[in-house]
């Protein structure tokens, strides 16, 4: 009997296949916190987790541990370092969420822009005379920077052309020729494209060394400039961008993710009219949900059957150890 701990609410659509599977067991904890899965590591042969740690001290308590899989793709939060030690694989899911990830940020850079939420509670609040203030701003014929162009990036770059807007792209691991024929003007140098974009989008994680955007990074945009981050937190200093907000260094943001989720109560992005936040939600749709769930649970069943993608699998080094382990037995 295999035993898996699901930590976190997934959708009924990845619970089916785990529950109809047979010779499994399960361990189901609703709420996405380290601390309410912790208590039921020990007996599991599988974890598929969501958002929160699992840091090398949890992973130890998991005795029985062979498999770890991310409902996402994501990994940020999981000792993979600690999982490799102990020869267990990671894996996270296929291509389930760039689109419903794409369009969310396209959502926030758009209502950002347009002033939305400001507006709607003007609205409800008999303050009508707002719309005078023209602080809303077109996107037609503005320039947008990426900040990252894998596969959501490449998204968002195809509907902001539908608006007719310049699509910049940074991405170091890309070479120019790809971005020009995936339809970008390739940005070589991050601080360039910083000063002339009006919009800037991030999609990739954040750097070892700290935030790819800092204090200098944010001074050198537009004061008219829109920042949207639906990747990591920690890809922006959100100190630094609450400050540049409150100084009118640059217009406004949009954020998903946060250094620390949910952010404090007192955190100073909370307090700004200027930004619109929502809940690490831009890859949380209801058909979105249903392929994540969908695909972490293949991935576990999968393993176990000796036919899971290696392209899946975050330290491949592991699978492929015990495939050839596993050949030279049979």
Not at 115 to 127: E, F, I
Not at 165 to 170: E, F, H, K, N, S
Not at 236 to 245: I, N, P, R
Request: hydrophobic share 45%.
């Amino acid at each position: 009997m295999t035993h898996i701990l699901v930590a976190g609410r997934i959708h009924e659509a990845g619970l089916d296949i785990l529950r109809n599977a047979p010779g499994v067991s399960l361990d189901l904890v609703d709420e996405v916190t380290m601390e309410s899965y912790v208590p039921f590591v020990e007996k599991a042969d599988a974890i598929l987790i969501r958002t929160q740690p699992l840091p090398e001290a949890v992973i130890a308590k998991a005795k029985k541990l062979r498999f770890v899989s991310r409902h996402g793709v994501g990994y940020d939060a999981v000792d993979v370092e600690a999982l490799t030690r102990r020869s267990i694989p990671l894996s996270i899911v296929g291509d389930v969420n760039s689109r419903s990830v794409a369009e969310h940020a396209m959502t926030l850079l758009l209502a950002v822009a347009k002033r939305v939420c400001a507006y709607d509670h003007a609205t409800r609040s008999g303050k009508w005379g707002l719309r005078n203030d023209l602080s809303a701003t077109d996107v037609f014929g503005k320039t947008l920077l990426l900040i990252g162009f894998g596969r959501i990036g490449r998204l968002v770059a195809t509907m902001a052309r539908g608006f007719d807007m310049t699509v910049l792209a940074y991405d170091p691991f890309l070479d120019e020729a790809s971005i020009e024929k995936a339809g970008a003007i390739p940005a070589r140098d991050l601080a360039g494209a910083l000063h002339i974009a009006d919009f800037v989008s991030l999609h990739m994680p954040p750097p070892r060394g700290g935030p790819l955007l800092g204090e200098n990074e944010l001074a050198a945009l537009k004061p008219g400039a829109i920042l949207i981050n639906t990747a990591r937190g920690g890809v922006v200093d959100e100190l630094a961008l609450a400050h540049a907000l409150a100084e009118g260094t640059i217009a406004g943001a949009g954020l998903d993710v946060f250094s620390a989720e949910p952010p404090p109560p007192e955190h100073p992005l909370l307090q700004s009219d200027r930004v619109i936040l929502t809940p690490h939600s831009a890859g949380l749709t209801r058909e979105c949900a249903a392929r994540m769930a969908v695909s972490a649970s293949r991935n576990i069943l999968d393993y176990f059957a000796g036919r899971l993608d290696p392209a899946l699998v975050i330290n491949g080094n592991v699978l492929s150890a015990q495939l050839r382990e596993s050949a030279s037995v049979g």
